[in-house]
């Protein structure tokens, strides 16, 4: 070996190193934030689904494990079916004799896996240093807060750990193409992903657009029906597992989608869904870019339903349009185009615009597509580095740091909040009390502690925020 090969076997292995450590800041930065979460108890869903769940509490009835609706209760209306999360909690169930804060330290140690897929995949579309920015946002980022710090949260992080996983596998082939044996493991994480949560269904149309962007980096691309024709057989091949999964939703729900995934949100099923669905999208921004309120819940009054263009949903409209134009662009700029198609993408599924689904805006919906911010961060660091000057570069680092600083303390905050039901529905009712479910809990509380005047004044609130639900105003009289 001469002098200038053993030069670049050095450097190589310099640039190793720093790789290794940077993984380890990312992971250290995901479970630091996070690491509050782990004394909280169950809350909210945690309570039905896990908590007072039989299924859950029987690791060796396969069967009901996996042959029934994720909800123990109108599992068949709601069309919810997530076998591999399920069998997931009766194993930390089995493991913790029911204690509740293995199960939390899973979810900790899972977004922490989730936030190194997320760096080994940027670092594949921009580098190790634009990696290091896209990950370390997406490691500390308050959105995530319901997903790490909510048991029932790891249906998200099982499902985005299958996807990222996949989607490292596919773009990191050989140029000549992908091996057997690369393509079976990504239908496998595939599987896995849809049976954790049936929104990863779209992880074919995002491996396309990552494997595009990847392309364009290493010089492959030359056009578009090219790209799509050399991984058009890879992305076929996997028709057969999702039509399986279908398949298997219909045999166990008796239908693809169920009946009614909200029957408390009867205007999501009624011809102004597509309304509220585009005044959502506005939320959506104001979640990944400024996330300092942060609720459990967005039903009414916190979003009230919509029936025409109101100046939300005009501008709602206007950023949905916007994300689809700058999708279009992503064969020529992948730095504009993919963190818009990916976030489009991951969000349809669960955003009412194709289908109802059982919440008008919820933060852990966002686990997945909020990598879509991260993209963008990492690219833009990437121009930075090639095009700013010195002092451009150290206050952006400045900067980011900032950021990393105000996210990750604004997660550290909410974490506790999620201990238990009194707890969040407290944070809820404190924030948010034109939520009617806020209102609504309070009066329960209220009752229990046999507060007449509390109960009937919280009640009444809750009717008069949303007199629809028929169950409220049967306790309402």
Known sequence: MNSAEEALVTEQERAARLQRR?????????????????????????????????????????????????????????????????????VQWALSDGAPWLFHAVNVLLHAGVSLLAFSFLARLTGPTGALIGAALFAVHPVHTEVVANVVGQAELLAAAGSLAACVLFIGRPAEGIRLGRWLAVAALYAAAMLAKESAIVLPALLVTADLAYERRRGWYTSLLAHLRSIAPAILLLAPVALGFLGLRVYVLGSVAGTDAAPWLPFLREDG?????????????????????????????????????????????????????????????????????????????????????????????????????????????????????????QLAAAAAAAVLVLFGGRAVLRNPEWKSTDTIFAALLRDHPESYRAQWYAAHRASQRRDAKAAAEHWGLACRLWPRDAALLTECG
């Open 273 to 393: 869904r597509i309304f509220v669905a585009l005044r959502a999208w506005m939320e959506y921004v104001r979640l990944l870019f400024w996330p300092m309120d942060l609720s459990a819940d967005y039903s009414p009054g916190v979003i009230l339903p919509v029936t025409s263009f109101t100046p939300a949903v005009l501008a709602g409209a206007g950023f949905l349009t916007a994300t689809v134009i700058f999708a279009l662009v992503l064969p020529k700029r992948p730095d504009v185009g993919l963190p818009a198609a990916w976030f489009l993408l991951a969000i349809l599924p669960v955003s009412n615009l194709i289908i109802p689904i059982g919440v008008v805006v919820a933060e852990r919906i966002l686990y997945l597509p909020s990598l879509a911010v991260s993209i963008a961060a990492a690219y833009a660091w990437v121009a930075l580095e090639q095009n700013g000057t010195r002092r451009a570069r």
């Open 22 to 90: 940077w993984l380890l800041a990312v992971a250290l930065l995901a479970v630091l934030t996070y690491a509050n979460s782990i004394p909280n108890g169950f809350a909210y869903d945690d309570v039905y689904i896990i908590q007072k769940n039989e299924r859950v509490h029987r690791l060796g009835d396969l069967r009901s494990i996996w042959l029934t609706p994720y909800w123990p209760i109108n599992g068949h209306v709601y069309g919810l079916y997530r076998p591999l999360a399920i069998f997931g909690y009766a």
